[in-house]
């Protein structure tokens, strides 16, 4: 089974991984997607850690530590950020984090993370305006964003073919304009989010 969620809080994704146990269905995998597998109603204990790693010799030391702890490593890649760890050992600790400063980390990642995705569209937004390829005044006088020549010279019937011709184009080529600034915005608010949650979890401390 495949269901997707967004989660920025960790806390609240850990707890419906573990109530999602409880109905039976095991976290397998994790890409867009969560992937489960059918098994026993069980009360799974899923954490989550956030790290990325330069090489696989450095990412299989990283999950043979926790095996160590008795942590297994379920879900998550090289480079994708989110380490999802099932318990596995009943002798092992409540979590894997030892301190609060640890768990807290992973939403300064996450927070950058997020910042620098937000950062790398800034200059290519900038650069389509600087070439004209978006056209920033379309979106102060919406005519601007159609080009049948002499169409608002137009009237009844003439009128109506063009525009609504047109239309379809206009709508794809708003959208992609708006694109760029929507998703700055977006990913800025997450990494926010993300920040906010690193200083409430380090107030903790």
């Known amino acids: 089974m495949k269901k997707f969620r967004f989660y920025i809080n960790f806390n609240k994704e850990e707890k419906w991984l573990n ?63 989110k380490q999802y760890f099932k318990k596995i050992d009943d002798k092992a600790g409540a979590d894997i984090f030892s301190d609060v400063n640890s768990k807290a980390e992973r939403y300064k990642k996450l927070s950058n993370m997020w910042l620098t995705l937000a950062m790398c569209y800034v200059p290519i937004f900038i650069s389509l305006i600087t070439t004209k390829v978006i056209n920033v ?52 608010l997450f990494a926010l989010k993300a920040q906010k949650y690193y200083k409430k979890t380090n107030i903790r401390n």
């Open 19 to 81: 109530e999602m146990g409880k109905l039976g269905w095991e976290l397998s995998d994790k890409n867009i997607n969560y992937e489960f597998s059918k098994t026993s109603p069980q009360n799974t204990v899923i954490k989550i850690d956030y790290r990325n790693f330069k090489s696989d010799n450095y990412f299989q030391d990283y999950i043979l530590m926790f095996k160590d702890f008795g942590w297994g490593h379920i879900a998550g890649k090289k480079n994708s950020g």
């Open 137 to 188: 005044a379309a979106f102060l006088n919406p005519k601007l964003f159609y080009y049948t020549s002499g169409l608002w010279e137009k009237t009844g019937e003439h009128f109506w073919k063009a525009f609504l011709f047109e239309t379809p184009f206009v709508i794809m080529r708003g959208f992609f304009w708006l694109f760029f600034p929507l998703i700055i915005i977006l990913y800025s």
